[in-house]
């Protein structure tokens, strides 16, 4: 890491001190003695201390990255402060490299080279002008800006391969908002100092812009008026031999600064488009119900803030359906998700519900002669297609009764054809249970066989039971009857019983068998109940 980065800046630098070789060539109007001088005794000395210093605040600035990525390169286990840390510093390093080459790099080259002029004007008599010296330190904005550029977008490019890697699958730090960093705290981890605490620097689209203007538009704008201006107020120049020169001055200063510009927009638009492109399409992941990955912010400018915002909003989706998920395995998935969305009437409600039981013929003799382990694990595959059945249909199990399902059509969820889907369910139960049964018998155990009973009545729903310990449920006669219905499959020897009631909405659905009028516990009066004929 930390080499690619000193390998990034060699390239900056190269074609810096290429642009800076020119501009002092053509923009400086040295006699051949002070280019020699400059060149052999006053420009070595900087160049090689600015090397030197730029190199050791990159080692510093990428140390917190290369630690985490030679481990995460070597397979070795990174704390997740370590590589939250890193993540976060990868994401500031190129705006660290813009504040480097823009704030430190120049003023360690032109103030040293400054000085050395100033003694070599008073020892060696080099006859450096006030307007040469205002030339050289024009050279700041010129040069650094580009170097500047070519660095940030190189460093950010190399950056963005990094930090899928560099986040892992350690995403909680991608959605805990992180602190922006203070000036002072910018200031002490662009001189080299570690980050104490996580902390982004931020560099606003606004502040972006207002570099690019200052230091692309303003300052070679006032550099060139300047400059042009202490040309043509030098002493004994005939305008014949200055206009040349001057020409070729301002033609060398519009063209580097008009691709300097356009290279700067065109790099930042599309910097932009990447990282648009990249949320829209982890948002249309999203919409489609993917919510395996968070989005990795790659910039510290506004998409970063929208990016950890999207990140918390996905893990309260995530952590909604791990409540669901969680719910779900005690209660229905549709009880969960009404609960969820404030579907669910607290007070209770009257609801038409068509309730279902089903129950396995003979289960007392099963249970004693089957080991408890065995006849566990066979009620789980049982329950397992039962409620498959059910669900299947639009039904929720309400409870297991032991050896048998109480099912509900109408509650939470309504539907308009509640009591055929009842039914529907109760032949799906039979076909799978033959499925069921086939199995059992290859593997030589007894086969079931279940009855089932169905009534469609009103009921009063909604959550039942203390504060500490609620669940949704019905009560009302029509629960009661339902069970008494199951009951009567036995006497009927029918597999499928309907109320009357129930038979009202199933005209013409559904093939009728055997009818019978019959006595119910617990009611004074006997009821009609009808066998559901299952087709072949």
């Known amino acids: 890491m930390q080499q ?61 990255i290369d630690e985490a990525w030679q481990k995460l390169q070597n397979n070795e286990e990174v704390s997740y402060q370590t590589q939250s840390t890193a993540y976060i510093q990868a994401i500031n390093l190129p705006i660290l490299t813009l504040l480097r080459v823009l704030l430190i790099h120049p003023p360690s080259v032109l103030l040293p080279i400054t000085i050395l002029c100033l003694i070599a004007n008073k020892e060696l008599d080099l006859g450096f002008s006030w307007s040469q010296f205002f030339v050289l330190w024009s050279f700041w904005p010129i040069v650094s800006v580009p170097h500047a550029m070519v660095e940030y977008f190189l460093i950010d490019r190399f950056i963005q391969c990094c930090l899928p890697q560099l986040a892992g699958t350690q995403h909680d730090f991608l959605s805990i908002a992180t602190p922006h960093a203070s000036l002072r705290v910018v200031i002490r981890t662009l001189l080299g100092q570690p980050p104490t605490t996580t ?21 070679p704008m006032f550099v060139l008026g300047t400059s042009v201006y202490l040309k043509l107020t030098i002493p004994d120049v005939p305008m014949a031999q200055l206009l040349p020169k001057l020409g070729g001055w301002m033609a060398l200063l519009m063209v580097l600064n008009t691709a300097m510009s356009a290279t700067i927009v065109t790099l930042m638009s599309q910097r932009i488009r990447r990282a648009m492109r990249t949320l829209l399409a982890d948002m249309q992941r999203v919409l489609e119900g993917d919510l395996s990955q968070m989005w990795q912010p790659q910039t510290t400018d ?15 989706l995530q952590e909604r359906e791990t409540i669901k998920d969680t719910f779900g395995r005690f209660v229905s998935r549709d009880v969960a998700q009404a609960v969820l969305e404030n579907r669910i009437a607290f007070q209770g409600e009257l609801r038409q519900v068509t309730i279902l039981f089903q129950d396995i013929r003979g289960f007392t003799s099963l249970s004693e002669r089957t080991p408890p382990a065995d006849l566990l694990t066979m009620l789980n595959v049982f329950f397992t297609e039962m409620v498959a059945a059910v669900e299947s249909h639009g039904g929720i199990v309400k409870q297991f009764t032991g050896d048998g399902v109480m099912a509900l059509f109408g509650a939470p969820v309504q539907h308009p054809d509640d009591p055929s889907r009842a039914v529907q369910a109760a032949i799906d139960m039979l076909r799978r249970l033959d499925g069921f049964n086939r199995q059992r018998a290859r593997a030589g155990a007894a086969t079931l066989r279940i009855g089932i009973g169905i009534h469609t009545g009103e009921v009063v729903a909604g959550p039942i039971g203390p504060d500490t310990r609620m669940e949704y449920g019905v009560v009302g006669d029509a629960v009661n009857l339902a069970s008494r219905v199951q009951e009567l499959t036995k006497e009927v020897s029918a597999a499928i019983l309907v109320t009357d009631t129930t038979a009202a909405y199933l005209e013409g659905q559904f093939q009728f068998g055997a009818q019978a009028v019959l006595p119910v516990r617990g009611k004074a009066e006997p009821i009609r109940v009808l066998e559901i004929v299952v087709p072949i």
């Open 4 to 64: 690619k980065a000193i390998r990034i800046y060699w390239v900056g630098s190269f074609l810096a001190v290429w642009e800076a070789f020119v501009l002092f060539m053509l923009g400086m109007d040295l006699s051949s003695y002070q280019i020699q001088i400059f060149m052999l005794f006053i420009a070595p000395i900087p160049l090689i201390c600015m090397y030197a210093l730029d190199n050791w605040l990159i080692t510093h600035h990428t140390r917190p």
């Open 199 to 219: 902390q982004v620097i931020r560099m606003s689209t606004g502040l972006q812009l207002a570099w690019i203007l200052f230091f692309v538009s303003l300052m």
């Open 302 to 316: 506004e998409f970063f803030d929208l990016g950890m915002g999207f990140n918390t909003m996905v893990k309260g």
